[in-house]
T-cell receptor, first 112, second 117 residues
Framework: GENVEQHPSTLSVQEGDSAVIKCTYS??????FPWYKQELGKRPQLIID?????GEKKDQRIAVTLNKTAKHFSLHITETQPEDSAVYFC???????????FGKGTSLLVTP | GAVVSQHPSWVICKSGTSVKIECRSL??????MFWYRQFPKQSLMLMAT?????????EQGVEKDKFLINHASLTLSTLTVTSAHPEDSSFYIC?????????????FGPGTRLTVL
């Protein structure tokens, strides 16, 4: 089955700096890659996603890049703010069953 | 749009009792819902895929007789933890595949915190 690796597990940046979180996946049939933000005790919130026919997608301060050949995708957050502090999960999905396989998460801390 | 609710938000029960958790898609029909389990400071682990009108598909290692899933309508899936034990204490989260063109997207419920004494 699909295996999603996520790095780093923790990330601390100063307000205004950029943050990058990287994920790799094992199943070449995966074709949908969402990123979720989860605050303590709350539901995961979709922040951005990308499909396999696209190499990059941007939404204001957030961008995701996908390298299908290398089977990795990354989340980029620019101009970080303290409210960006949360746990971020990447995931990969194949058409079969549509289930999401999650990475282990990155705890991002943005210090003022 | 694409709102998913869960009930209850938290529950405390005695060991040996059964607990039912409901997952509802409020403003769309969801033919497929998913149940995840999340331990503190860990990732979401898929337990099962719930398809409306058919039996759920369980992930390897998940006991189907212990975690009963029913998806009786296009807006409701239920997870029943039978004969709960302290090791079943966890955060249970459901998700539903999005409507229309967003069928890849999964929208998550707010989760249910289960504590078994």
């Amino acid at each position: 089955g699909e295996n999603v690796e996520q790095h780093p597990s923790t990330l601390s940046v100063q307000e205004g700096d950029s943050a990058v979180i990287k994920c790799t996946y094992s199943d070449s049939a995966s074709n949908y890659f969402p990123w979720y933000k989860q605050e303590l005790g709350k539901r995961p919130q979709l922040i951005i996603d990308i499909r396999s026919n696209v190499g990059e997608k941007k939404d204001q301060r957030i961008a995701v890049t996908l390298n299908k050949t290398a089977k990795h995708f990354s989340l980029h957050i620019t101009e970080t703010q303290p409210e960006d502090s949360a746990v971020y999960f990447c995931a990969a999905q194949t058409n079969s069953g549509y289930a999401l396989n999650f990475g282990k998460g990155t705890s991002l801390l943005v210090t003022p | 749009g694409a709102v998913v609710s869960q009930h209850p938000s938290w529950v405390i029960c005695k060991s040996g009792t059964s607990v039912k958790i409901e997952c509802r898609s409020l403003d769309f029909q969801a033919t497929t819902m998913f149940w995840y389990r999340q331990f503190p400071k860990q990732s979401l682990m898929l337990m099962a895929t719930s398809n409306e009108g058919s039996k759920a598909t369980y992930e390897q290692g998940v006991e189907k007789d212990k975690f009963l899933i029913n998806h009786a309508s296009l807006t409701l899936s239920t997870l029943t933890v039978t004969s709960a034990h302290p090791e079943d204490s966890s955060f249970y989260i459901c998700s539903a595949r999005g409507p229309g063109s967003s069928t890849d997207t999964q929208y998550f419920g707010p989760g249910t915190r289960l504590t078994v004494l």
